[in-house]
């Protein structure tokens, strides 16, 4: 099969969102997205952006992505978080996922990173297994911490009301 991996475009965002819906509906969150194609093309794409993605492409269709950005680590240093790596259900197997996976390390050791890292749901064995054999730590002893839009709001009222 015939495919190229290269970065992503701003009119590839359409396309992209698909394939975060996609990954969404898969870890039964079907309602969770609320990214537009706007937020990524100007996000992605303006002066300062917050992200950089790779997509695979087959027959001028994007089938896959590697979303990631730059954070740092007060242990090591520069890191790059892969936010996402998505391979449509119809090319898992194809060998897009391990292209994709290529780019983000080459980038990430252009940049210089000490590391990279991602999150991989606990339930996924055929990604965790597809990053152990590729040489990555799962750290299972980890949990991932969240504050939603919701719980930030929730915070800073929680603060405002004890500074009265």
């Not at 698909?18 to 996000?43: G, H, M, R, Y």
């Not at 892969?82 to 898992?92: F, G, P």
């Amino acid at each position: 099969m015939n495919f190229k991996i290269r970065k992503a475009v701003r009119d590839d965002m359409p396309q992209v969102l698909d394939l975060i819906t996609e990954l969404a509906i898969f870890e039964k969150e079907p309602d969770a997205v609320e990214v537009t194609i706007s937020d990524l093309q100007n996000d992605g794409f303006g002066n300062h952006p917050a992200f950089d993605c790779f997509v695979a492409e087959v027959e001028d269709k994007v089938e896959g992505i590697a979303l990631v950005y730059s954070r740092y680590s007060t242990w090591k240093g520069r890191i790059l978080h892969l936010e996402d790596l998505i391979v449509s259900q119809k090319m898992r197997g194809s060998g897009l996922g391990t292209a994709l996976l290529d780019a983000v390390v080459l980038y990430g050791h252009q940049l210089g990173v000490k590391r990279i890292c991602w999150e991989v749901i606990d339930w996924n064995e055929p990604a965790i297994a597809f990053y152990e054999k590729k040489g990555a730590d799962v750290k299972r002893d980890w949990d991932v911490v969240h504050l939603n839009e919701e719980g930030i709001k929730n915070y800073i009222a929680t603060l405002n009301n004890a500074r009265i």
